[in-house]
């Protein structure tokens, strides 16, 4: 006898030894008979969305924005961390290699034991130079410690990169310029340099005077491309220096090239054949010497990826902020130079580096970008306005909105930044410039932020565009919503030679160069006219 069952009522359990059907619930057994027929399935598909759906998705978005914020602020304090503990570790290394030197000069007749086991003078050691000996004595007499002078007393290891065989460095030392203010005499630490080479511990706004030590005794020319007027001044030069200060010249391959093709008189001149050798250029480089205007400056800095030697740019183009020689009076100028002492401005650069969304963190970055003027984040051809998140040492500055960003340096302060409403600020003091691009907002106003921050700029992952990055105006880079670029200020400045000093060159540069405040001086009513 069988029994039919409802398809409305739940299944009882059967054991006719076949197959065992499970209960189901009333809900499930709706589900199903409604499934059977097309119409059931049609009022499915015909149905409206759960509502709210949209705004979870944005609400975990946003949870998920807020921890990689975090993690990446874990990783910034991290790398914050590890970069100063190098410095430290490097700023230890430097004292301890001092007093071990110092240690082997005051005990000459120190023995040792050679492979043999016979006993061996030292001998063939790097010195100290005589302002090192007098370091104890004389620290703070002249602003600059004197134990931070190193005289080039060895020969460099890596120099066999490079070809051509080069007489080392000529050396330095810089120091202020006091003028007998004696409370400045107990500042220090404010220039370092090891073997020719200048970094900064920290800025100041006094002027740097650059002594030379021994001759300088290689010289590279850095021309403007496709003139007639600078091609013919850099083969009178190149003759002059050679043939009246017997130095050794480096020029680049194209001018090589061009000096060659004018003459076989110039075989003597030198160069490099591949990207590698630029990088020891500086271990070999007494002085570079720029025929052009401020774009031949900011070439020769880029070409320095480290240390940079001193840059004598003569004026030949345009605008000439960073050009303060003119070209007509080379010799006298170089005649000066060459012997010395000279004031200097040192130039500082911003390191950037682009952070791609995709990055592990924030030690996962592309090579690092040098720029001496600015670094412009814009919205590129898109018709939507920029969207950029900037923060400052972490701490969040502002949302940007408009045409972009540009982070530039005092050097680069009339540059880009001061066609975009930024102030005009003296190279020498120390800062970032924080100035918008046409913002949408009329209270958003240029900053001057200190050197030692980190600035940086994200791209929101909501942004309808992307933001592209330029620097010094070339090498041109996309970002992309959740990219980011991270800017701070570089190691290593660009010491530039002054005509005068820092300030009278900067003053005459906007005099000149803009025009500053040119009026016309007004006169009373009852006072005589000029005629």
Same mark, same amino acid.
């Given at each position: 006898m069988s029994m039919k069952q409802s398809p409305m009522s739940p299944s009882k359990h059967s054991s006719n030894g076949n197959a065992s059907v499970l209960p189901l619930e009333n809900c499930f057994s709706d589900s199903l008979s409604m499934l059977n027929s097309e119409k059931a399935v049609e009022e499915l598909i015909q149905q409206p969305l759960l509502?709210?759906?949209?705004?979870?998705?944005?609400?975990?978005?946003?949870?998920?924005?807020?921890?990689?914020?975090?993690?990446? !602020?874990?990783?910034?304090?991290?790398?914050?961390?590890? $970069?100063?503990?190098?410095?430290?570790?490097?700023?230890?290394?430097?004292?301890?290699?001092?007093?071990?030197?110092?240690?082997?000069?005051?005990? #000459?007749?120190?023995k040792h034991l050679d492979e043999n086991g016979r006993v061996a003078h030292l001998t063939n050691k790097p010195v100290l130079s005589d302002a090192v000996e007098k370091s104890d004595r004389c620290c703070g007499e002249h602003g600059i410690c004197s134990h931070q002078v190193l005289r080039d007393g060895e020969h460099d290891h890596d120099a066999s990169v490079v070809p051509n065989k080069m007489i080392r460095k000529a050396s330095f030392k810089l120091s202020w310029c006091c003028k007998g203010d004696k409370s400045d005499q107990k500042k220090h630490d404010i220039v370092s340099f090891e073997k020719g080479n200048i970094t900064t511990a920290e800025r +100041?706004?006094?002027?740097?005077?650059?002594? =030379?030590?021994? #001759?300088?005794?290689? *010289?590279?020319?850095? /021309?403007?491309?496709?003139?007639?007027?600078?091609?013919?001044?850099?083969?009178?030069?190149?003759? =002059?220096?050679?043939? &009246?200060?017997?130095?050794?010249?480096? *020029?680049?391959?194209? *001018?090589?090239?061009?000096?060659?093709?004018?003459? +076989?008189?110039? &075989? %003597?001149?030198?160069?490099w054949e591949n990207d590698k050798e630029i990088l020891f250029l500086h271990r070999n480089v007494d002085l570079v010497v720029t025929l052009g205007g401020d774009g031949t400056v900011l070439w020769a800095a880029s070409m320095f990826k480290g240390p940079v030697p001193p840059v004598v740019p003569f004026s030949l183009g345009s605008l000439?902020?960073?050009?303060?020689?003119?070209?007509?009076?080379?010799?006298?100028?170089?005649?000066?130079?060459?012997?010395?002492?000279?004031?200097?401005?040192?130039?500082?650069?911003? !390191?950037?580096?682009?952070?791609?969304?995709?990055?592990?963190?924030?030690?996962?970055?592309?090579?690092?970008?040098?720029?001496?003027n600015e670094v412009t984040i814009d919205r590129g051809i898109s018709s939507f306005l920029t969207n950029l998140e900037c923060y400052c040492d972490n701490s969040f500055v502002t949302c940007v909105q408009g045409d972009g960003l540009?982070? +530039?340096?005092?050097?680069?302060? /009339?540059?880009?930044?001061?066609?975009?409403?930024?102030?005009?600020?003296?190279?020498? @003091?120390?800062?970032?410039?924080?100035?918008?691009?046409? #913002?949408?907002?009329?209270?958003?106003?240029?900053?001057?932020?200190?050197?030692? @921050?980190?600035?940086?700029?994200?791209?929101?992952?909501?942004?309808?565009?992307? $933001? =592209?990055?330029? %620097?010094?105006?070339?090498?041109?880079?996309?970002? $992309?919503?959740?990219? $980011?670029?991270?800017?701070?200020?570089?190691? =290593?400045?660009?010491?530039?030679?002054?005509q005068a000093d820092s300030t009278s060159d900067f003053l005459r540069s906007i005099h000149e160069g803009l025009h500053w405040n040119l009026r016309k001086t007004q006169q009373a009513f009852d006072s005589p006219r000029e005629t």
């Amino acid at each position: 006898m069988s029994m039919k069952q409802s398809p409305m009522s739940p299944s009882k359990h059967s054991s006719n030894g076949n197959a065992s059907v499970l209960p189901l619930e009333n809900c499930f057994s709706d589900s199903l008979s409604m499934l059977n027929s097309e119409k059931a399935v049609e009022e499915l598909i015909q149905q409206p969305l759960l509502h709210g759906i949209d705004d979870h998705l944005i609400e975990f978005a946003e949870a998920l924005r807020t921890v990689a914020k975090a993690l990446r !602020q874990a990783a910034e304090g991290k790398a914050s961390a590890q $970069a100063e503990a190098s410095e430290w570790k490097r700023k230890y290394e430097l004292e301890k290699s001092r007093n071990l030197q110092l240690e082997k000069r005051a005990i #000459p007749s120190e023995k040792h034991l050679d492979e043999n086991g016979r006993v061996a003078h030292l001998t063939n050691k790097p010195v100290l130079s005589d302002a090192v000996e007098k370091s104890d004595r004389c620290c703070g007499e002249h602003g600059i410690c004197s134990h931070q002078v190193l005289r080039d007393g060895e020969h460099d290891h890596d120099a066999s990169v490079v070809p051509n065989k080069m007489i080392r460095k000529a050396s330095f030392k810089l120091s202020w310029c006091c003028k007998g203010d004696k409370s400045d005499q107990k500042k220090h630490d404010i220039v370092s340099f090891e073997k020719g080479n200048i970094t900064t511990a920290e800025r +100041s706004s006094k002027q740097i005077s650059l002594k =030379w030590e021994s #001759p300088p005794q290689t *010289v590279l020319i850095l /021309t403007k491309p496709n003139s007639t007027a600078v091609r013919m001044l850099c083969s009178e030069l190149v003759r =002059w220096l050679k043939e &009246q200060k017997s130095l050794n010249i480096f *020029v680049e391959p194209r *001018v090589r090239t061009e000096l060659l093709t004018e003459s +076989s008189y110039y &075989q %003597f001149v030198q160069t490099w054949e591949n990207d590698k050798e630029i990088l020891f250029l500086h271990r070999n480089v007494d002085l570079v010497v720029t025929l052009g205007g401020d774009g031949t400056v900011l070439w020769a800095a880029s070409m320095f990826k480290g240390p940079v030697p001193p840059v004598v740019p003569f004026s030949l183009g345009s605008l000439g902020f960073m050009t303060p020689f003119y070209s007509e009076h080379y010799k006298e100028y170089l005649d000066s130079i060459l012997r010395g002492p000279i004031s200097i401005t040192l130039r500082h650069r911003l !390191q950037c580096h682009v952070i791609r969304a995709s990055a592990k963190s924030d030690l996962d970055s592309e090579e690092p970008i040098l720029v001496l003027n600015e670094v412009t984040i814009d919205r590129g051809i898109s018709s939507f306005l920029t969207n950029l998140e900037c923060y400052c040492d972490n701490s969040f500055v502002t949302c940007v909105q408009g045409d972009g960003l540009i982070l +530039s340096t005092t050097s680069g302060s /009339t540059a880009y930044s001061l066609a975009a409403g930024g102030s005009m600020v003296h190279p020498q @003091v120390p800062g970032i410039l924080f100035t918008p691009i046409c #913002p949408h907002s009329l209270s958003f106003r240029p900053l001057i932020l200190p050197e030692h @921050v980190t600035i940086r700029v994200q791209v929101p992952f909501n942004s309808r565009g992307h $933001a =592209w990055a330029s %620097f010094d105006g070339k090498d041109r880079k996309k970002l $992309a919503p959740g990219d $980011a670029l991270v800017c701070s200020m570089a190691t =290593w400045p660009v010491p530039t030679a002054c005509q005068a000093d820092s300030t009278s060159d900067f003053l005459r540069s906007i005099h000149e160069g803009l025009h500053w405040n040119l009026r016309k001086t007004q006169q009373a009513f009852d006072s005589p006219r000029e005629t």
